[in-house]
């Protein structure tokens, strides 16, 4: 009986693997893995490392947001509809002149949709939201957060609509960021970076937690050690 209800509950975890649903990096390792592609601005290059259970992202060039290259860290894009989701903090923690945050990216680098926080030097921490058209700046709003980081920020596709949201913890329900607007991307890229620099200082992007769910969404291989989701099975069918 106890096997067959194992069985069960294994066939049940494989199968919502399989069928998709959720990508997680939590940045355990020592370096990015191999699903990551990273995209830099030429001559200058920032730093990207994994240290501390998470991904740094250090930039310390000056450099506006309508230029076509950026410090990035990327995945390929599902199809469909998804949500990108990213545990954020920064270095300092009060903004310093700079936005980073959750990029969607098509083929043409100018062609992304974002969800960003930091702002002017010392200021509370805001959100910056909107998309890159083929190169023309299509700005959806600075809207404060209310607390400073870390923090959680989510950015959702549906169709051609996309929506913002924030919130403190995961304790806690989304809060949205402005209006929903439209852009008929086709994404080949999600991923996270710095949109610009303008204050030309030493800033650094934390990510803790990276998240794509959708659909149509494949597991990371690693994200579930099967014999560890069997010991615990085991045990809760033990105690009932």
């Known amino acids: 009986m106890w096997r067959a209800l194992i069985c069960v509950a294994m066939s049940a975890i494989l199968s919502a693997l399989a069928f998709g ?15 990551w592609t990273i995209k830099d601005r030429p001559g200058n290059p920032s730093e990207f490392k994994v240290e501390n259970g998470a991904l740094h992202i250090t ?18 894009a599902p199809e469909g509809d998804f949500s990108v989701i990213g545990l954020f903090s920064s270095d300092p923690e009060k903004p310093s002149d700079a936005w980073h945050g959750i990029f969607v990216l098509g083929d043409d680098p100018m062609d992304f949709a974002c969800l960003l926080f930091g702002g002017e030097s010392n200021q509370p921490q805001k959100t ?7 190169g023309v700046w299509q700005d959806k709003g600075h809207f404060p957060t209310g607390f400073e980081v870390p ?4 950015l959702e596709k549906s169709g051609k609509q996309w929506r913002g949201y924030c919130r403190k ?13 439209e852009h008929d991307l086709k994404p080949k890229w999600v991923g996270v970076g710095f949109i610009n ?13 990276f998240i794509v769910e959708g659909p149509k969404v494949t597991p990371r291989a690693q994200a579930v050690d099967p014999s560890d989701k069997l010991a615990a099975v085991w045990a809760d069918l033990k105690v009932r």
């Open 151 to 154: 923090f959680y920020l989510k």
């Open 169 to 181: 913890s995961e304790k806690e329900d989304w809060n949205p960021i402005g209006s929903p607007w």
């Open 21 to 35: 649903g959720t990508w997680i990096d939590d940045f355990e390792g020592k370096e990015l893995g191999p699903e």
């Open 59 to 76: 930039c310390t060039q000056n450099f506006g947001h309508m230029e076509n290259t950026r410090p990035l860290a990327l995945i390929e």
């Open 128 to 134: 910056l939201i909107g998309s890159m058209v083929k």
């Open 197 to 209: 620099n303008w204050g030309g200082k030493v800033v650094t992007l934390i990510v803790d937690t």
